[in-house]
């Protein structure tokens, strides 16, 4: 194996070195969290001196906010981050309002309907969906609140709040965060922040795994690079680093392909939009792994390898 998967997990901080919830996902710019449990877990993975209560303390203070980032998918970002980069890769409206007609949403126009999720959220706090779908009128069964919440992130005036007894809230921005967002008008400026901090965790990465995470389009990915102008950073490869990483890592997202790093790609990658949570030895998957009632189980694909301080750590992380 070269030092191209080595020195991205140095680059992804998999080497874990002190740090905050909040500075983590500052170093990546923004960590998946579809799956808010599996968000945590990327964090422990990349950082020592907190464990999950800290990680949910940052979200409470709006240190850290969940939203639309990347790809659509929803996104641990740091706050100050939020403008410059949801100017670039927020959810559109078209998606929206189409799934929203398919649902028998029907006239009316994309202000109406930002108005209407306007008035109902704000000095509401986190709200659940059911809660919102109450104040909307609005069924809370289907995906009608989902797409009207995409909406009002669309115009910067909502994002998710800290989850309450596992059910992920809406808040209102102006609530939540002081203001609205109001997003960096300068599309260069963003660009160049976004090839610039990209690199920062991905290095060595080119702009098609730039376009490739952040869902930008080529065109602007390109134009990113030679606006940065960074050259790649060739950081030391760590040695002997062992890492159970969760579902949807970053690490298994991060870039175009996975060739080198992941020989297995069926049993991480079934199809779906899963990608399961993997065993990482020496920067290459070498299995997977599963936890139920904090009873972890590994699988290898080949040869074991100790997993007991990991395994360790991940329980004491979650408490």
Known sequence: MNDLWPARAVSQLLHRPPGTPAGVVRHLLA????????AAL?????GTGFHRTGVES???EAE?????????TLHLIAADDLPWLLSLVRPGVQNAMRRLRQLGVEGQTPEQLVNRVDRAMRDQGPLTKAELAARLNSSAHGQTVIHLAALAAEKGLLVLGP????????VHTADWLGAPLAFEPDRDKALTELAKRYLHAHS?????DLAAWSGVSLGDARRAWKLAQSPERQPHPPADLVRLLPAFDEYLLGWRNREGMLSHVREIH????????TIIVNATVTGTWTIRQKQITPTFFAEQVPLNDE?????AFLG
Do not use: F
């Open 31 to 38: 960590v998946q969290a579809q799956d808010a449990r599996a």
């Open 42 to 46: 990327a964090l422990r993975a990349r």
């Open 58 to 60: 940052a979200l409470a």
């Open 64 to 72: 850290i906010v969940r939203a639309w980032g990347p790809r659509g």
């Open 163 to 170: 989850n309450r007894d596992g059910k992920a809230t809406y």
């Open 204 to 208: 060595p990465a080119g702009p098609e």
């Open 270 to 277: 079934p199809g779906g939009g899963i990608i399961r949570p």
């Open 311 to 315: 395994i360790s750590d991940v329980q």
